[in-house]
């Protein structure tokens, strides 16, 4: 650790953009000297959901403690940072200002440049830290809770969107289809458990057609729909309602339409390599199915660590190197964007 202090670029990275109250120093984008999350999980369990006015303020609450505990873990100061990352969008637009509005306060105080990310971006390069010899070009796969997204990611900070969700999110549909059958909120990891116990084979749901040429399209809400139809089914004809059966039936299903995707894109695109991102990157049976595409077809494959994939803040850092690389400092109109679309850069105030 002392070893790094001295050299590579330090970032301070910060993330505040749903759930997670997060802070990071990393190096060179690849290498991690600390890494803080606070989850909100428990607060908003009860409400089977996001609450975004609680999440606005525990982000307040916690941002000043996770950004001193990343700068105390790392052993350096924040005199030594390099630039000040945070994530600007998409996400909930209170949840947002709390970080943006932290590294803007630090920034200003300490004439640090202030270096703006996307949060999409974010995920797609925790993949950097996980192999650090990573480089582009490569396919990704991101799947989060408000995002599905088939990317090629042609250079550093520069992307093609193959495909993307016309509807929910897969991680949407994890955390409806199991609040539907009443394992509660996250739903993505409880309906992973479950599914563990339960026959895939038993149920077959149905898989999203579009009448048009989006081969790499995703929609998950038919999905969610059937799920809900043969539950409601089952109850009206008094049958017991099998957890188990239900999350692995879905879950294979997800699992199908993801390969798919992957395979069509590995084919069209001569890929040699694969990367997964976001929160439901840390599914198992999701990983191990799409690499085992990838062992098929000769293509590598990276996954970051499970606690890389979900909402953290050295993913940040990871992005926010590319964008220190070139330049791209914001000043202090910097604003939060709800809905900032991946590679959009025109609505921020570079300097
Ligand atoms: O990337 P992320 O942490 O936050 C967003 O940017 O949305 O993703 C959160 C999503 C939630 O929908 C959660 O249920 C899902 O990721 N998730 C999972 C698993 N862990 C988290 N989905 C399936 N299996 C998991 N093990
Ligand atoms: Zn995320």
Do not use: W
């Given at each position: 650790?002392?070893?790094?202090?001295?050299?590579?670029?330090?970032?301070?990275s910060?993330?505040?953009?749903?759930d997670?109250?997060?802070?990071?120093?990393?190096?060179?984008g690849r290498?991690?000297?600390?890494?803080?999350?606070?989850?909100?999980i428990?607060?908003?369990?009860i409400?089977g959901g996001?609450v975004p006015?609680i999440?606005?303020?525990?982000?307040?609450?916690?941002?000043?403690?996770?950004?001193?505990?990343?700068?105390n873990d790392?052993?350096?100061a924040?005199a030594?940072?390099d630039?000040?990352?945070?994530?600007?969008?998409p996400?909930?637009?209170?949840?947002?200002?709390?970080?943006?509005?932290a590294?803007?306060?630090?920034?200003?105080?300490?004439?640090?440049?202030?270096?703006?990310?996307?949060h999409?971006?974010?995920?797609?390069?925790?993949?950097?830290?996980?192999?650090?010899a990573?480089?582009p070009?490569?396919?990704?796969?991101v799947?989060s809770g408000?995002h599905?997204h088939?990317?090629?990611?042609k250079?550093?900070?520069?992307?093609?969107?193959?495909?993307?969700t016309?509807d929910?999110?897969?991680?949407?549909?994890?955390d409806?289809?199991?609040?539907?059958?009443?394992?509660g909120?996250?739903?993505?990891?409880?309906?992973?458990k479950?599914?563990?116990?339960g026959?895939?084979?038993?149920?077959?749901f149905?898989?999203?057609?579009?009448?048009?040429?989006s081969?790499?399209?995703?929609?998950?809400?038919?999905l969610?729909?059937?799920?809900?139809?043969?539950?409601?089914?089952?109850k009206?004809?008094?049958?017991?309602?099998?957890?188990?059966?239900?999350?692995?039936?879905?879950?294979?299903?997800?699992?199908?339409?993801?390969?798919?995707?992957?395979?069509?894109?590995?084919?069209?695109?001569?890929?040699?390599?694969?990367?997964?991102a976001?929160g439901?990157?840390?599914?198992?049976a999701?990983r191990?199915?799409i690499?085992?595409?990838c062992?098929k077809r000769?293509?590598?494959?990276?996954?970051?660590a499970?606690?890389?994939c979900?909402?953290?803040a050295?993913?940040i850092?990871?992005?926010?190197y590319h964008e220190?690389?070139?330049?791209?400092?914001?000043?202090l109109?910097?604003?939060a964007y709800?809905?900032?679309?991946?590679?959009?850069r025109?609505?921020i105030?570079?300097?």
């Amino acid at each position: 650790m002392q070893r790094l202090k001295d050299k590579g670029v330090k970032i301070l990275s910060i993330e505040s953009s749903c759930d997670e109250t997060a802070a990071a120093i990393t190096v060179d984008g690849r290498e991690i000297l600390s890494n803080v999350i606070y989850s909100q999980i428990d607060l908003h369990a009860i409400y089977g959901g996001v609450v975004p006015e609680i999440a606005s303020r525990a982000h307040i609450e916690k941002i000043n403690p996770v950004i001193k505990k990343a700068l105390n873990d790392s052993g350096c100061a924040l005199a030594d940072m390099d630039a000040i990352a945070v994530t600007v969008g998409p996400g909930l637009v209170g949840a947002l200002l709390v970080g943006v509005s932290a590294a803007k306060a630090l920034s200003y105080a300490t004439g640090i440049p202030l270096v703006p990310v996307h949060h999409i971006e974010g995920h797609i390069c925790s993949n950097f830290v996980e192999d650090p010899a990573l480089k582009p070009p490569f396919l990704s796969l991101v799947m989060s809770g408000g995002h599905t997204h088939l990317v090629m990611v042609k250079d550093y900070g520069e992307y093609d969107i193959l495909g993307r969700t016309r509807d929910d999110a897969v991680g949407e549909a994890y955390d409806k289809v199991a609040r539907a059958i009443g394992l509660g909120y996250p739903g993505g990891p409880k309906i992973e458990k479950a599914a563990r116990l339960g026959d895939p084979e038993k149920l077959t749901f149905p898989h999203p057609k579009f009448n048009d040429e989006s081969r790499y399209d995703f929609s998950f809400s038919g999905l969610k729909s059937a799920v809900l139809n043969y539950i409601n089914g089952a109850k009206m004809k008094g049958e017991e309602i099998e957890q188990e059966v239900i999350a692995a039936c879905f879950q294979k299903t997800v699992v199908d339409i993801l390969t798919d995707r992957v395979d069509a894109a590995i084919s069209e695109f001569k890929s040699e390599r694969l990367c997964l991102a976001g929160g439901v990157a840390s599914n198992g049976a999701i990983r191990s199915a799409i690499s085992g595409l990838c062992e098929k077809r000769g293509v590598r494959f990276t996954c970051p660590a499970p606690v890389l994939c979900t909402d953290n803040a050295v993913m940040i850092g990871a992005a926010g190197y590319h964008e220190y690389r070139k330049g791209r400092f914001a000043d202090l109109s910097l604003n939060a964007y709800p809905t900032l679309g991946l590679g959009d850069r025109s609505e921020i105030p570079y300097v």
